[in-house]
């Protein structure tokens, strides 16, 4: 990722697609979930949104095409997101 720390595996019953320090993610996925994305490049937190029923989620902005995509955050677990980092992001 853009930090080069090695991502944990996620321990709370989710799939983690983001690094929990610098909360960068590569863009893989066309759906969420599907792995069928051919640009695999980059994707920059920009900011936060609340979703019903999944609360707070980081959207990412892929560094070469713009795809936007929102993910859970993980706040628990071995290895839960910065939350500092977290609350550093704007409102979306």
């Known amino acids: 990722m853009h930090c080069a720390a090695p991502v944990p595996a996620n321990t709370d019953g989710h799939y983690?697609?983001?690094?929990?320090?610098?909360?960068?993610?590569?863009h893989v996925d066309d759906l969420p979930g599907d792995r069928a994305s051919e640009c695999r490049q980059p994707m920059e937190p920009i900011g936060l949104v609340e979703k019903s029923?999944?609360?707070w989620q980081v959207?990412?902005?892929?560094?070469a095409c713009?795809?936007?995509?929102?993910?859970?955050?993980?706040?628990?677990?071995?290895?839960?997101?910065?939350?500092?980092?977290?609350?550093?992001l704007p409102w979306l």
């Open 59 to 63: 959207v990412h902005r892929c560094t």
């Open 53 to 55: 029923g999944k609360g």
């Open 16 to 26: 983690r697609n983001h690094c929990p320090y610098c909360l960068w993610s590569l």
């Open 66 to 88: 713009g795809h936007r995509q929102p993910n859970r955050l993980v706040r628990d677990g071995d290895a839960p997101d910065d939350l500092d980092l977290v609350l550093s």
